[in-house]
Nanobody, 119 residues
Framework: QVQLVESGGGLVQAGGSLRLSCAAS????????MRWYRQAPGKERELVAR???????YYSDSVKGRFTISRDNAKNTLYLQMNSLQPEDTAVYYC?????????????WGQGTLVTVSS
């Protein structure tokens, strides 16, 4: 069984930085794309960034140039470096990972980590 554990959220002042992590563990055979989503209060969940198995990246316009997504395939871990944070970045951030264990395809969500940016 594959599990995701997120860490790294917290409270930061505008202009500050945070680094989120999402570690996958269990009987993992391969991991395909890894993604970060966020959901602000009263809003729908939105895709923030994505990184493929070949490390091709995508960023939403709202975070492009400020956030960097990366992955460590040896550790099955996803990262999101967030710089120049603004109050509008306040949200619960979720990682999303798809791949295969030794039996089947999986797609999982992390438990979410709260990022609060004060003005």
């Amino acid at each position: 069984q594959v599990q995701l554990v997120e860490s790294g959220g917290g409270l930061v002042q505008a202009g500050g930085s945070l680094r989120l992590s999402c570690a996958a563990s269990g009987s993992i055979f391969s991991i395909n794309a890894m993604r970060w989503y966020r959901q602000a209060p009263g809003k729908e969940r939105e895709l923030v960034a994505r990184i493929t198995s070949s490390s091709s990246t995508y960023y939403s316009d709202s975070v492009k140039g400020r956030f960097t997504i990366s992955r460590d395939n040896a550790k099955n871990t996803l990262y999101l470096q967030m710089n120049s944070l603004q109050p509008e970045d306040t949200a619960v951030y979720y990682c999303n990972v798809d791949g295969r264990d030794y039996d089947r395809y999986f797609e999982l969500w992390g438990q979410g980590t709260l990022v609060t940016v004060s003005s």
